[in-house]
């Protein structure tokens, strides 16, 4: 547990700088072991969000997954968005071949 409120710290506070109390620790690839990380960043994948830092021992890059940009949406979130799609494509179809209309404004002074 110490590892995740570790990590929701540094991801609540949004501030690479600041590195929690008790150390973070990801599986480093060289290395073959869970060790601690240093340099942590946090950054978004395209479905992900993750904290990336370095290998104590070897200097390698770790990246940990923190959560899912998708889960704790608001309720209705996926209808809104299809809704909102379906508009749009109703909308450019409508409009589709339609001239912009131009307003020229008269001014009754000038001629």
Do not use: H, W
């Not at 830092?53 to 968005?81: A, D, L």
Request: glycine fraction near 6%; aromatic fraction near 4%.
């Amino acid at each position: 547990m110490d590892t995740v409120s570790a990590v929701m710290t540094l991801m609540k506070d949004k501030d690479a700088s600041e590195i929690p109390s008790s150390p973070v620790k990801g599986y480093c690839v060289k290395c073959r072991e869970k060790r601690e990380l240093k340099d942590l960043e946090d950054f978004e994948t395209k479905q992900k969000l993750a904290v990336r830092g370095k290998c104590v021992e070897c200097g390698c890059s770790v990246m940990i997954f923190t959560g899912s940009k998708t889960r704790n949406r608001p309720k209705g979130y996926k209808t809104e968005v299809k809704r909102q799609r379906r508009l749009e494509a109703r909308r450019a179809k409508l409009l589709d071949g339609v001239p912009a209309i131009s307003a020229a404004y008269i001014d009754g002074n000038a001629q």
